[in-house]
């Protein structure tokens, strides 16, 4: 036995000491989110030597940047390996060189942010400015991506030719999606820095501003829906596993992949609405744009309300809503990810508010936006992953959920979801009632505007020592299930689609001609902002330094 | 028959007076997105006029090679920057915009399309993709403004709108060169 979990051990080396580190990053951002929310909440004083924003930047670089991306390959690897064999040497050189890429630019960020050379936000926009190195460690981890997004690429390529005539297996043909989303998605913020990094180290005097924002959001908002597609490619293809039915439509599913890559680039756009230098006309074009990324989301919706329905009336619910009381409320790992679901639909109605441009102008820059995504990130996203861990990591390490890890994965799930509904809530209202994002604690000389915000503060620190508390649970379960939960075998949660499903057509693979249309749709959205931009460019900001 | 009601509304909608005005203020928007939005719509209304004027078309365009002509000679007439400034200045020019491009060279295209023969499907391509490379060429760097209604600035976009476009044709001309494009398109498969 003991023999057998140590050749699993081995065999999974490298998904486990991706997730490994991913929750090591999780502990550390949490632990500064719990100091921010702390201070925001008016609870004490951040020093100066470790300021709120330093704080803010590495709670955002670690957690949006590093433990997304350290737990998407994690999860990719470990789904590409069980779905298409055994990786072949090129692509394990490939996924451990993508790590140590990692290791290299995350390094060479954090310790720029300690030593207070990188106060820039996890957005890094400027004119604020940065050391290089922190520039040069950002390098490194759009390295790490597309290292990562060329093994999947070769083991899909590699199967392919292997199965000729088959389709790809729907996990996989996820991963393919999602690397080559983030692949399009980190080709703007690469120019971007490979700007930043001259003008860091003098070389250039000023920085186009308009244009390094808009480069960063072809990233940014791309990097979010990343995470999304991670998310649905559980939602698809492993929840139906776990709640005994099946995939309700695998040429849903793979059409959804499609159009999401060659939608969302340009929905970056939303991003700088209330930004100057965009003419109307421009902005209520690409609000469209923006919006047509719904589209997919809402085949999603319904996708997924066919399976809990076809499931839950196959397990005997009756009635107009029988089949939902049947659904495996008391499991875990449907649990975390039904709240996931839940959530996308109050995070994505948000989220369809914030791109339309008076609505913005609203909520713009302030708590509201951060609520947003801690709905969309803190709950859809990582819901999904903690979801994907009760299983995931005990199949990856050999061994098997204990009851007792179960009721603490309820409790953490409980813990969680009320932690992230006081502070995301609260963010909300006090987004609205004029709080600004990104600003340490101040009462603005005990103004009445902004001492109306106190008790909404009050909620938010109270929502964010419980997630604290929730980040301390997912962390000892996390290394419960790696290192010391009983031996045994954990099945993958893979699904099959219907008996009786209709053909998957084979256009679906063809991920050439996709490839050439997200091209034609990204340049649809943005030669006309960016020559506009560099052509009619004022004369350029010098750096600034704000802390 | 789908198709050409689909066709029928986007043509239509595109007719709208505040969509027009939209989408000829911004020279980018006008030259890639109405003209070849207005061609789409005539690629979807073809089935219906292949269907009614079968005998036409089979004595018309036999070989495929008529309608590759026509749709050259309108592609080429819209790529002339005077054209597109008196579609905005005469309303004739305009109206023979809306006429031309659905059904000039939408239509005549979709039913070579199934005349022509893949070599020939390639030569096309290729004949587009250097013809749009030239537009790039041109609008990109030359220092005078071409268009009287717009500025040199939105020339500039448009070059560039040109360059992506003949990119990706290229890149799928290479892609239909280099790969087996009927292995996507034969009955489906689970």
């Known amino acids: ?547 | 028959m789908k198709q050409f009601w689909y066709g029928l509304v986007l043509f239509l909608f595109l007719a709208l007076p505040p969509v027009r005005h939209l989408l000829e203020s911004i020279m980018a928007f006008h030259m890639h997105m109405q003209m070849p939005l207005l061609f789409v719509s005539g690629l979807l209304m073809a089935p219906f006029f292949m269907k009614r004027f079968k005998n036409f078309f089979d004595q018309w365009n036999g070989s495929g090679l008529p309608g590759v002509i026509l749709f050259l000679v309108i592609v080429l007439y819209w790529m002339v920057p005077k054209a597109m400034d008196e579609s905005l200045e005469i309303m004739a020019v305009e109206a023979f915009k809306f006429i031309s491009l659905p059904f000039l060279a939408g239509v005549p295209l979709r039913d070579s399309w199934v005349r022509i023969g893949k070599a020939t499907e390639s030569v096309l391509l290729l004949a587009l993709a250097i013809l749009f490379s030239i537009m790039a060429y041109l609008y990109i760097l030359f220092e005078s403004t071409l268009c009287n209604n717009y500025l040199l600035v939105d020339q500039k976009t448009v070059g560039w709108g040109f360059a992506f476009f003949s990119l990706c044709l290229i890149l799928y001309l290479v892609l239909t060169l280099f790969t087996d494009q009927s292995q996507y398109y034969d009955e489906a498969s689970t």
């Open chain 1, 1 to 547: 036995m003991a023999n057998t979990m140590q050749s699993h051990m081995k065999k999974n080396t490298l998904p486990l000491v991706h997730f490994f580190l991913a929750f090591i990053m999780l502990l550390i951002g949490g632990t500064l989110g719990l100091l921010q929310g702390l201070n925001r909440g008016g609870v004490f004083e951040l020093p100066a030597s470790f300021n709120y924003y330093e704080v803010l930047t590495l709670h955002g670089i670690l957690l949006i940047l590093a433990f997304t991306t350290l737990f998407t390959n994690g999860y990719m690897y470990a789904a590409v390996r069980h779905t298409l064999g055994e990786l072949s040497k090129t692509v394990k050189i490939l996924a451990w060189s993508s790590l140590a890429s990692f290791l290299i630019g995350s390094v060479l960020v954090v310790w720029m942010v300690l030593a207070g050379e990188a106060t820039v936000m996890y957005t890094f926009y400027p004119p604020m400015q940065a050391s290089p190195w922190f520039y040069i460690g950002l390098v490194f981890v759009v390295l790490c991506i597309w290292l990562a997004g060329l093994g999947i690429f070769i083991s899909a390529f590699q199967w392919k030719r292997r199965n000729r005539g088959q389709h790809l297996p729907i996990l996989a043909f996820f991963a393919v999606g999602i690397y080559t989303l983030v692949i399009f998605g980190s080709i703007g913020v690469t120019v971007e820095v490979l700007m930043l990094i001259p003008w860091a180290f003098g070389w250039t005097e000023t920085i186009n501003v308009m244009l390094s924002r808009t480069l960063f959001w072809s990233f940014g908002h791309t990097l979010v829906n990343v995470w999304y597609l991670v998310a649905i490619s559980v939602w698809y293809t492993i929840l139906p596993k776990i709640i005994g039915g099946r995939i309700f439509s695998d040429t849903l599913a793979r059409l959804v992949v499609i159009l999401i890559v060659i939608l969302n680039v340009p929905g970056g756009f939303h991003h700088q609405i209330v930004d100057p230098a965009f003419s109307e006309g421009l902005k209520f074009m690409h609000v469209f744009m923006s919006l047509s990324i719904a589209f997919p989301s809402l085949m999603t919706a319904f996708a997924m309300f066919a399976v809990l329905e076809r499931t839950g009336r196959k397990r005997g619910g009756r009635g107009l809503l029988g089949w939902l009381w049947v659904l495996p409320w008391g499991d875990v790992r449907f649990l975390t990810i039904m709240i996931a679901m839940i959530s996308f639909i109050i995070g994505g109605a948000g989220g369809i508010a914030q791109t339309n441009n008076q609505l913005n102008q609203v909520v713009h820059n302030s708590l509201w936006v951060v609520g947003h995504f801690h709905i969309t990130v803190g709950v859809t996203v990582v819901m999904t992953f903690f979801g994907l861990v009760y299983w995931l990591i005990p199949h990856l390490s050999g061994r098997v959920m204990t009851p007792f890890i179960h009721h603490l994965g309820m409790f953490q799930t409980a813990v969680w979801t009320i932690g992230m509904a006081l502070m995301a809530l609260s963010m909300h209202a006090a987004g609205l009632f004029g709080a600004p994002r990104r600003t340490s604690y101040t009462t603005y000389g005990d103004s009445a505007t902004a001492l109306g915000w106190e008790p909404y503060l009050s909620f938010l620190a109270t929502g964010g020592t419980l997630l604290f508390f929730g980040v301390i649970l997912i962390v000892y379960i996390v290394a419960h299930l790696m290192f010391f939960a009983p031996k045994g075998d954990t099945p993958f949660m893979d699904s099959r689609v219907e008996d009786n499903a209709h053909p998957t057509p084979k256009w679906t693979e063809n991920w050439g001609l996709w490839v050439i249309v997200a091209i034609l749709i990204i340049s649809m959205g943005y030669v006309v902002p960016l020559v506009d931009l560099i052509e009619n460019a004022p004369p350029g900001s010098p750096p600034h330094r704000t802390w």
